[in-house]
């Protein structure tokens, strides 16, 4: 009899993926969806990398690529690590891959045995959980709030730990919430883990430009865990070239060679002209990237001032990245007369089925109070789909 393998069952289909599923069909049929589901720039990439990948195809950049990446790539990655954040990644320390996502999976497959625990502070980025249950691990999910600026404390990463700790996993700034974590308390949580010496740490930095207050802070400068830290980062989120996959880590050479032997047998090198492109995004010009950070930080304003007139919208000022992620338990019970809104996942369909506008429930971040808003869309989407959702809300007594 014809089975399918039982790791199917041990997560679930992406909710960001399931969401935007939902608004496409909806706009098949007609209705004007705005999706704020998606975590993607609005932004075309930049001329100069476009430029970059036109050249590579002329320049004959057609064949297989090394596993880890083009030495040139993997050099400008490694400039980019000291100029951006005084970390010294060797060259052989770098692998690229096709896409952060990818850097992240190659790590927890190096990292996590069956039986394996990885503290995740909540909220988080819907593909971590699954990742390590994939690789047969276990999810321990340390839990923030809105109050507490969706950060964790030192006091709750050591009462989390445990003999079988072997990772931890987060991101600064974030996603869903766009908090990102001070130098001060990168340093408390580095504290705990010199107390651990068997836990590795992943640091998802793919947000790294999309910083509203200041330098970016890495917990990889403190040189007690260093060798320990795994950053991944990528050009994605800064250079607004989601399609070109292409993410990257910094990381001890063990990590790196395993990292390099996991992708070698899946995927082999990463795009040979999206890596040319990458070169240009990493030691080019700037100001494209630094533009769309400042537009980033108007469309915040923007929707922050525009939920100031949503009744019940528990809010916080993110940090970076391009999202906000209130809290709307507010409206738990409250009804339309025909809907009753018993949770966020009912809000969000609630939203989309009558106000048009795709959003992501936070139970796939880890947070069932609340909902995450992505704000990389243009002025005038974000004040219709605003306007459109408190048109909805208005009918919930």
């Not at 990948?53 to 690529?65: L, M, N, P, S, W």
């Not at 700034?173 to 580095?190: D, F, I, Q």
């Not at 025909?338 to 809000?347: F, G, K, Q, V």
Request: some cysteine; overall charge negative; glycine content about 8%.
């Amino acid at each position: 009899m014809l089975h399918l393998a039982a790791r199917l069952n041990r997560f679930s289909e992406s909710q960001t993926i399931g969401m935007a599923k939902l608004g496409r069909e909806l706009a098949a049929k007609g209705h004007d969806v705005i999706n704020l589901s998606f975590g993607e720039p609005d932004f075309q990439t930049p001329q100069h990398i476009k430029d970059a990948a036109k050249a590579a195809i002329d320049e004959g950049f057609t064949f297989y690529t090394p596993v880890a990446g083009y030495p040139e790539l993997k050099q400008a990655i490694s400039a980019k690590f000291k100029r951006d954040n005084n970390l010294d990644f060797a060259p052989d320390q770098v692998v690229v891959s096709v896409g952060a996502k990818h850097s992240i999976m190659n790590v927890v497959l190096c990292t996590i045995n069956p039986g394996d625990e990885c503290i995740i502070p909540t909220p988080y980025w819907v593909s971590y959980s699954a990742m390590i249950q994939l690789a047969e691990g276990v999810p321990v999910h340390v839990h923030s709030t809105v109050e507490s600026g969706f950060k964790i404390t030192p006091e709750q990463l050591e009462a989390a730990i445990t003999p079988k700790t072997s990772l931890f996993i987060f991101s600064s700034p974030s996603n869903p919430t766009g908090t990102l974590y001070t130098k001060e308390e990168l340093a408390g949580l580095a504290a705990v883990f010199e107390r651990h010496p068997s836990i590795y740490i992943i640091s998802d930095e793919i947000y790294e430009y999309i910083n509203f207050v200041g330098k970016h802070e890495s917990i990889a400068q403190f040189e007690s865990i260093r060798d320990r830290v795994i950053v991944v980062n990528g050009v994605s989120k800064g250079f607004a070239m989601t399609g070109w996959r292409i993410g990257y880590i910094g990381a001890s050479k063990e990590i790196a060679q395993g990292c390099e032997k996991i992708q070698g047998q899946f995927t082999s090198g990463a795009v040979s002209i999206a890596q040319r492109a990458a070169i240009a995004a990493i030691s080019g010009d700037m100001k494209p990237t630094f533009d769309m950070r400042d537009a980033y930080l108007r469309r915040r304003d923007l929707v922050l001032g525009l939920m100031d007139d949503l009744p019940g919208f528990k809010t916080y000022i993110p940090g970076g990245a391009f999202y906000v992620f209130p809290d709307v338990s507010w409206y738990f019970g409250k009804t339309d007369g025909t809907n009753t809104i018993n949770n966020a996942e009912d809000l969000c369909m609630y939203i989309l089925n009558n106000g048009f506008v795709s959003l992501v429930p936070g139970e796939a971040f880890g947070n069932p109070n609340c909902i995450r808003f992505s704000y990389a869309a243009a002025d005038e989407k974000l004040v219709e789909a605003l306007g459109r959702i408190k048109e909805v809300l208005e009918k919930l007594r």
